[in-house]
């Protein structure tokens, strides 16, 4: 069975930075785009960026510039350097990737979530 693990969240003072991680279990047939997703109180989750298995980047306006999404192929892993960061960026962030596991069809995939806090 496959299953998404995020990890790296905490606490991190305005301007810090953070690493999050995600790691596909369960050895996928193949995956094609995993991406990084956030979700603050009240708000609906939002994508912050996606990486293709191509190579191709998508980042969300207001995260350019300061989030650098990146994927280990051999290993199914993607991670998101977060830089200068604001207590906006407060939310859960949800690991998530489109991926077949064979026999099976191409299905998407969701984290359980980690947290990250912003805050002096």
């Known amino acids: 069975q496959v299953q998404l693990v995020e990890s790296g969240g905490g606490l991190v003072q305005p301007g810090g930075s953070l690493r999050v991680s995600c790691a596909a279990s369960?050895?996928?047939?193949?995956?094609?785009?995993m991406a990084w997703y956030r979700q603050a109180p009240g708000k609906q989750r939002e994508l912050d960026a996606d990486?293709?298995?191509?190579?191709?980047?998508f980042y969300a306006d207001a995260v350019k510039g300061r989030f650098s999404i990146s994927r280990d192929f051999a290993k199914n892993t993607v991670a998101l350097q977060i830089n200068s960061l604001k207590p906006e960026d407060t939310a859960v962030y949800y690991c998530?990737?489109?991926?077949?596991?064979?026999?099976?069809?191409?299905?998407?995939?969701w984290g359980q979530g980690t947290q990250v806090t912003v805050s002096s």
């Open positions: 990486m293709t298995a191509l190579g191709s980047r």
């Open positions: 369960g050895s996928p047939s193949a995956i094609y785009v």
């Open positions: 998530n990737a489109d991926l077949l596991k064979l026999p099976e069809n191409w299905r998407t995939y």
